[in-house]
Each structure stands twice: as C-alpha cells, then as structure tokens.
C-alpha cells in the first residue's frame, strides 16, 4: 500500500507508520526520563533545603530558597535541553531515512513527509504526561486529604488523632511522595508534551511553505532555535533571582520569582528578532494569513505569546497568592461556615479564568490573522520559550513544600 508524496512519488504507508511510531515510542520516553530526572532532583533537594533553612537570620532565608530554586533550575533545564537534543536527533535520523538522489542536486528530502512522522514525538509526550499529571494529581490530593483528616476528624473524640506532619502519621509520607509525583514528574511530563507539539507543529506547518523549503535548514528548524535562545537568556538571568535580588525575609520571596520572571521575559524580546532575521526568509507565503509573512510577522507572533503567557502567569498568581484580596476574601468567609466558603470559592476560581482566556483569545486570533496556523504555532513556543525558568519556579514550590514538612517532622 502506497500513497503518492509531494514529489509524485509513491512513498509506503508501512514506513511512514513504523517511523511515527519509533518518534512516539522515543517522545514516551523521553517523557519518562524527564519526570525520573524531576523526581530525583526533587528528592535530592527536599533535605537539603531544610537544612540550609537552619542558619541563623537573614542567612536562612537566602540559603533555603537558593537551594530551592537551583534544584528546580535543575529540573527545568535538564528538560528543555533533553527534550531538544532527542528531537533534534530524531530529525537527523529522519532526514537520512528519507534523503533519496535526484540525480542532479544531489541529495533531495521530502521535509512535509519527514516532519510528519516527527509528529508522533509530541504525541508520546502528552500521552506519559496523562497518567504522571492525572494518576500522580490524584494521588497526591488523596494522601494529602487523608493525612490531613487524620489530625482534624479522624480519633478526635477518644484521643487518637495525629498531627499532619507527625512522624507518627504515615500519611506524611504518601503526601510528601505524592507531592514528588504529581508536582514535579507530572508538571514535567506535561510541560514537555507541550514543547514538543508546539515544535512539531510548528516545523510541519513551516516545512509546507515552499519559501522555507527553499531558506534551507535554519528556516526549517527555526523553532529550535527559539527554545535554544530560551536556554541560553533563562541561564544567563538565573543569577538575579539568587545573587542581584537576593531573598533576605519571607516577603522577598514572591518579588525575586516574579523579578526572574519578568527579566527572562524583556531578555528574550530583546534578542529573538535577529534570530528570526538570520534564520527565515524575507518573505513567506502561509495559508491563512492575510499577506505575505515577514520576518516581523514572525518576531510579533511569538513576543505575543511570551508576553501573552506571562500576564497570564501574574494574573493567576493574583487570585492565589495570600497576599492579594481574592484569598483574603475567601479565607475571611470561613467565619459564616463551610458552605459559603466553598461557594466563594468556587466563584473566584471562574472569575479567575476570564482574563486568561481573553488573551489567550486575543494572542492566536493575532497570530492567525497575520501568519497563519504558523503564527499560531510560533506564539505557542513563544509561551514556551521561558520554559527553563517557569520549571525552575513550579519545582521550587513542592520542593519548599517537602522541606516544611521534613522540619515539622522532625
């Protein structure tokens, strides 16, 4: 059984089947081993960071949260750059299988067939992601429920009751183990299926433009570069948040992340235009897109999802964060009972989701208007692009967690 490819050659679906599976089979685990990796950093941390917390003053604080937050620098770089480096190798692998001579240029690769196949890579991803962030999310909300019952219901009457964090309750345990899995390997697992359809689908959809096909391989795999450049800006800013804004009391620790948030942020607009001069050509023709797409085009689409995907991160931090009204509303309708707490809370959670999905909205009607589905695609790396430091800072909260818990303990 064939079908017929760009090239009006017959191309056989056994093959093209068997090299999607190999990228899905390769994107699952990856997937795998990044969690495994988030896991193990996790747990390395969790003693340390309680240990660092007992210096004296000022130097507690600044000591614990490095520990914290290095540990998830860890995680989130490793990640990233896994997951890039076995994509990029799949591509070469790719590229040979489906490289055939033409007699006249040499060799001659059928790019929208190859990445095609590469599709399969993000699929596996997000499929290890379902059971880590769904299976690990459950289990950690029922260990924590069930720990925490035990202190509060359970033995209260005849005496029996143990404290949350009591060594003697073995619940601790399942919940900090609980905490391990679904907020450092499911996190990680689901973080890098998205990555990697963002990237898949991006270099798809780029690969059908005759323009890129024609750039040569920079325009190709300019996707990659976007992540890469992210690696690079992440790192060279992951001091700020330890050395230039360092944590000297409780109220510094919400102002360094979002600091470090917000410089990785002004870092990368500053720097991704002349990648996307170098590596794209001075004029594409996508389907969908109003005109012809510039490398401008191109630069706003994805400064429109780095910036549209931090406000979102603010804004969310805005209806959870204790130090903001919304929580200190809900925490004050406690004082009439648990049914209005539960029903203000429910309501803030939907109001909470209005603004996000706004811009979100807004972020992919302006990359599909102006560039396409591949606009649309490149705003989803652009969100993604600051991948390294959001890990870093979603690792270091169950990570602090562990080590509360850990002190309490003992």
């Given amino acids: ?3 017929q490819s760009e090239a009006g050659e017959p191309v056989f679906v056994a093959k093209i089947g068997a090299m999607t599976a190999a990228a899905f089979l390769v994107g699952g685990l990856t997937s795998i081993l990044s969690g495994y990796i988030g896991m193990m950093v996790a747990v390395f941390s969790n003693a340390r960071t309680t240990i660092s917390a007992q210096k004296d003053n000022e130097d507690g604080w600044t ?3 490095n520990t914290a937050f290095r540990a998830g620098g860890v995680m989130g770089y490793s990640l990233v750059s896994i ?7 799949l591509i070469i692998i790719f590229r ?3 490289s055939e001579s033409d007699g006249e240029d040499g060799n001659r690769v059928d790019y929208k067939l190859l990445f095609e196949c590469l599709a399969g890579y993000g699929l596996g991803g997000s499929t290890i ?3 880590g962030r769904v299976g690990g999310g459950i289990f950690t909300k029922a260990a924590d429920v069930g720990a925490d019952l035990s202190g509060k219901v359970i033995g209260v009457g005849d005496g029996k009751k143990l404290d949350e964090d009591s060594p003697y309750n073995p ?3 399942a919940d900090n183990v609980g905490d391990n899995v679904g907020d450092v390997a499911g996190m990680g697992s689901d973080l890098f299926g998205s990555f990697g359809e963002a990237a898949c689908a991006a270099m798809l959809i780029g690969s059908a433009c005759l323009a890129i096909q024609q750039a ?3 325009a190709l795999v300019f996707p990659l570069y976007i992540s890469a450049v992210g690696i690079v800006v992440c790192l060279l800013c992951s001091f700020i948040a330890t050395h230039l804004h360092p944590v000297r009391k409780e109220e510094d620790i919400e102002t360094a992340l979002k600091v470090q948030l917000l410089s990785t942020s002004i870092g990368l607009t500053a720097v991704l235009y002349p990648v996307c001069e170098f590596a794209l050509p001075d004029s594409m023709v996508i ?4 005109a012809a797409v510039t490398p401008l085009v191109c630069y706003c689409c994805i400064v429109a999802g780095l910036w549209g995907g931090c406000i979102i991160g603010f804004i969310t931090e805005y209806y959870t964060s204790h130090t903001y009204q919304p929580v200190r509303d809900v925490a004050r309708s406690t004082e009439t009972g648990a049914a209005t707490n539960i029903i203000y809370g429910l309501a803030l959670g939907y109001q909470s989701t209005i603004i996000p999905v706004v811009i979100l909205s807004a972020v992919i009607f302006l990359a599909l208007t102006f560039a396409g589905m591949y606009g649309v695609a490149l705003a989803a790396l652009g969100m993604l692009s600051t991948l390294c430091t959001c890990l870093a800072i979603d690792v270091y909260g169950p990570i602090s967690d562990n080590a509360g818990g850990i002190a309490e303990m003992c």
Avoid: N
Wanted: proline share 0%; net charge positive.
């Fill in 287 to 290: 389907a969908g897109a109003r």
């Fill in 96 to 98: 040979a299988l489906f």
């Fill in 129 to 131: 992601a379902l059971f």
């Fill in 83 to 89: 997951s890039m480096m076995v994509l990029f190798v």
């Fill in 1 to 3: 059984v064939s079908f």
């Fill in 63 to 65: 000591a614990a949260f």
């Fill in 171 to 173: 619940g601790v345990i």
């Fill in 216 to 218: 040569g391989w920079s």
